[in-house]
């Protein structure tokens, strides 16, 4: 599985000054001590800890100064063809509802309007009312729902079609239009990409299905590509000390319920643990639930999250 590979460092965007406010790139060396000292106080043990040093090295932290202060962050990435993700905001917790979300947020479409981006997304819980209408204040609007999920399926007593098929790599050539997969159309289009970054939400497109299978992330339960495809990224962060990987996974086919225990019974003799986010549409979450997966929470998403985007 290949680790996330930050883009090339791009031309800063020139600092955004009003009063005693400016809203600027950070820099790795002269900003750490300020961006250490404002996650400490805003979430502690927080998993942005573990990712700093080379976010700040790639050039996409932003942060909002009052006067000398960092007092917030948050994260733009390129993503290419045009799309732009945001995430990682944190506001400093006596800073909070004076508007520095709203802020950084609308300066962050403002930059990826000149980087030649034209649409940004992002993330947000479903409980987490204040985020979704800063989202909203700055023009998003909700495009998908998921459930956060994770588990393996028990064996099943006599497993039959995809259950009992043993899960394959996609050979590029092979690649479905995205427009046939049952999974992306319940995502409004959109597809959970694993490259160039894991855990980002794209406008899938055939290319980025093809270079997804090239790198080895695209299987296949049986030989129907529209009903057993999956994705399965680099494995990520587990909040569970038992469990030794976590696996990035997500089914795209007619046959999830299939394609998730055809899946289970590779990755159960790994010992490992399969992650995924279903979309929330029809029958598809209860019938995985009672399969085999379970509510989860991801280490920075919550168990049931909204997809948002904005044109810039």
Request: aromatic share 6%; proline share 7%; net charge neutral.
């Amino acid at each position: 599985m290949t680790a996330e590979v930050d883009a090339p460092r791009k031309a800063l965007p020139p600092p955004l000054v009003e009063g005693r406010t400016t809203l600027r790139m950070l820099d790795a060396q002269a900003d750490r001590a300020q961006v250490d000292r404002l996650l400490a106080r805003a979430v502690p043990d927080d998993y942005l800890l573990s990712m700093l040093d080379r976010w700040l090295a790639a050039g996409g932290v932003m942060g909002g100064f009052d006067g000398d202060e960092l007092v917030a962050i948050q994260r733009l990435d390129d993503l290419g063809e045009g799309e732009g993700w945001i995430g990682a905001i944190r506001v400093a917790p006596e800073r909070r509802r004076e508007g520095w979300g709203r802020r950084l947020t609308q300066w962050a479409i403002d930059v990826a309007r000149g980087m030649g981006m034209s649409t940004v997304r992002l993330v947000i819980e479903d409980d987490n009312v204040a985020s979704r209408a800063l989202a909203k204040s700055n023009g998003f609007r909700s495009v998908a729902s998921m459930s956060h999920s994770v588990g393996i399926a028990p064996a099943p007593a006599s497993a039959t079609g995809l259950a009992a098929a043993p899960l394959r790599p996609v050979d590029p050539r092979e690649v479905p239009d995205p427009r046939e997969l049952r999974g992306i159309r319940a995502m409004n289009g959109l597809l959970l990409t694993t490259t160039p970054r894991p855990m980002r939400f794209v406008r899938a497109s055939r290319e980025r299905l093809v270079r997804m299978a090239e790198a080895g992330h695209l299987l296949v339960a049986g030989d129907d590509l529209r009903a057993g495809l999956c994705v399965v990224g680099p494995p990520g962060p587990s909040s569970r000390a038992e469990t030794r990987v976590m696996r990035l996974f997500a089914t795209l086919g007619e046959d999830d319920l299939g394609t998730f225990e055809a899946a289970s019974a590779v990755y159960r003799s790994e010992g490992a643990e399969l992650e995924g986010f279903p979309p929330i549409d029809g029958d598809r979450l209860p019938r995985l639930r009672a399969a085999g997966w379970r509510s989860g929470e991801h280490a920075f998403w919550g168990e049931q999250v909204q997809l948002y985007e904005v044109r810039t």
